[in-house]
């Protein structure tokens, strides 16, 4: 089956506002599943306390959120501060609070096959918070994301100009300490304003600079540019160009600058299971040298090593995005992702 798509344009407020009407009844429910789900003691003025460093950041770099986030709240009839605390993901920030899910991570792969550029992804969360938003601003670049239903995050996604993203987060890591001591805005965020600014995988390079993140993401764009950058308090770019034409990622980092720069800080990343075996797949299929849209859908739906493997059990769904050959479509295969078909949704178009 398709994956359905909603499509929200405006004003941020007015995006928020048909966001929240549209997606009512799973806002009420992330909101009482997510951001109330915890076993913290004290009030609303000490959540809100915890919150205020994302806040002042947010409010630095992308002002127009709070205006986003009011319009969800009314549309949806959620209170303000719950939707701000769903967004900013106050289950990661409040000390003690795990996350409460069973989300293993995700997985990213770029190649340069006879059609161009082809980015593509296995997300890899709980299936029903997410939704397909095509958003048309009044101000920015019309996009397709996967959202987080009630925030205004960005995800694997894409825009009209063709850049095309996607995202995995950068595992665990043990000894030490990440020499990162000041607030950073979420990835969620950044990645939104890379879909709605950016045209180039250069241009978004920009926007991460400074935006030090323990994550991984695969950027591709309709002039023929694929990267790999990881981030852990420095980031490192591996041009697909000089990696035999594939770039990928699973769940922990690899790059050696990233690598180096932590174990000088007596950090060093936890290879899990899940995110080995991952890895190994995606290694071996580098080595075969077949660089073709049809050997990265089979990698997006392989079971190789199953339950750790690329299609597991934790899929959302996976997106294909072929910028430089068709710009502004996102493709998505909906769950279970080994026996369902890619669709494309178009970014212009929206009605």
Known sequence: MKVP????????????????????HLI???????????????????????????RAIQEELCPWVF?????????????????????????????????????????IIGMKTPDGVAVGGVLDDPRSVYVLVRRIPKDGIPHISTVWAGTCWGHNGCNEAGFSLAQASGGHFEGGRIPVDEV??????????????CTTVHEALEVMKGRRQGC??????????????QEAGIPAVLHADDAGGMVYASNHMHLPGVVGFLARHGVKPVLSDYS?????????????GIRTVAALKALLRSHDRFPHSICNNNS????????????????????PVCRSEFAPHMVKGGT
Request: hydrophobic residues 40%.
């Open 316 to 335: 959302v769904w996976a997106n294909l995005m072929l910028p430089e050959k068709e710009p502004g479509v996102f493709y998505v295969c909906d769950k």
């Open 276 to 288: 080995r075996n991952r890895f190994e797949v995606l290694q071996q299929a580098d080595k075969s």
């Open 216 to 229: 991984s993401l695969v950027l591709g764009d309709a002039k023929g540019n694929l990267v790999l950058q």
């Open 67 to 107: 205006e986003e986030l009011r319009g969800i709240a009314q549309g949806s009839g959620v209170d303000l501060p719950w939707i701000e605390r769903l967004h900013m993901r106050i289950w990661n920030i409040l000390p003690n609070a795990p996350y409460p899910g069973d989300a293993t991570g995700c997985t």
């Open 28 to 54: 009420h429910a992330n909101v009482a599943q997510y951001a109330k789900r915890h076993t913290f003691e004290g009030s609303d003025e000490r959540l809100d306390e915890t919150l205020a460093g994302q």
């Open 184 to 197: 950073q805005l979420r990835i969620e965020m950044v990645l939104r304003m890379m879909l709605q600014t």
């Open 5 to 24: 798509i909603e499509t929200v344009r405006g004003t941020p407020y007015e995006m928020g506002l048909q966001h929240g009407r549209i997606f009512r």
